[in-house]
């Protein structure tokens, strides 16, 4: 299976330290968007499927890079746009395909 925006978001805060996290969700919460009360107790997983609702898949990717480059991750935020580029390529091809088929 093919991956997702959400999974790029889910792979970058898997690989969070459980204070890296809590600090992660504190300053995601900063622009006010989310509330902090709302994602306190969620899993990596659940707190990725609210940023990609909230962000929708055009905003995820760069809200999760920009939250971890002001909590000083910046390895992890510079791999997010490799990965969301990895997915488009991915998806342009099978466009391509689907083109060159007839559908």
């Given at each position: 299976m093919r991956k997702s925006v959400l999974d790029c978001?889910?792979?970058?805060?898997?690989?969070?330290?459980a204070d890296n996290f809590k600090r992660f969700k504190v300053k995601l919460c900063e622009p006010r968007e989310i509330k902090y009360g709302q994602i306190e107790?969620?899993?990596?997983?659940?707190?990725?499927?609210?940023?990609?609702?909230?962000?929708?898949?055009?905003?995820?990717?760069?809200?999760?890079?920009d939250v971890l480059r002001a909590i000083g991750l910046n390895g992890e935020a510079e791999a997010l746009p490799w990965a969301l580029t990895a997915i488009c390529w991915s998806l342009r091809s099978d466009m391509r395909l689907f083109h060159i088929a007839g559908g």
């Open positions: 978001v889910i792979g970058a805060l898997d690989d969070l330290s107790k969620e899993s990596k997983v659940e707190v990725a499927q609210r940023i990609v609702s909230v962000f929708t898949n055009d905003g995820a990717v760069n809200q999760t890079a």
